[in-house]
Nanobody, 126 residues
Framework: QVQLEESGGGLVQAGGSLRLSCAAS????????MGWFRQAPGKEREFVAA????????YYATSVKGRFTISRDNAKNTVYLQMNSLKPEDTAVYYC???????????????????WGQGTQVTVSS
């Protein structure tokens, strides 16, 4: 089992920044993939960014590329999402996710996620 706990959400003005953290605990292996999805009101849950614990493969959704950065701290079993130049359309609940193998497709699909965090709200005001 893997437990994921997000933190760092909040309210920010457009153009501002936030950093989300995801602390992973339980049975974590180096080949696991980690990432972030988000869900805005009335919309489907969508992929944001992903990486693995052991290599340099990183994926971003087109909508966040160049503004968001995903990173990891292996010693702390923590994954981060640095979000810059935030827009009102980035408003959503952000979920940390884990997959126990390589992603089946790129960009990753929510159906391939094995574990979800409880989510953290990010609200960007205009």
């Amino acid at each position: 089992q893997v437990q994921l706990e997000e933190s760092g959400g909040g309210l920010v003005q457009a153009g501002g920044s936030l950093r989300l953290s995801c602390a992973a605990s339980g049975r974590i292996f180096s080949w696991y993939r980690m990432g972030w999805f988000r869900q805005a009101p009335g919309k489907e849950r969508e992929f944001v960014a992903a990486l693995s614990w052991s290599d340099d493969l990183i994926y971003y959704a087109t909508s966040v590329k160049g503004r968001f950065t995903i990173s990891r701290d292996n010693a702390k079993n923590t994954v981060y999402l640095q979000m810059n130049s935030l827009k009102p359309e980035d408003t959503a609940v952000y979920y940390c996710v884990a997959r126990t193998a390589g992603w089946a497709k790129v960009p990753p699909d929510r159906g391939d996620v094995n574990y979800w965090g409880q989510g953290t709200q990010v609200t960007v005001s205009s």
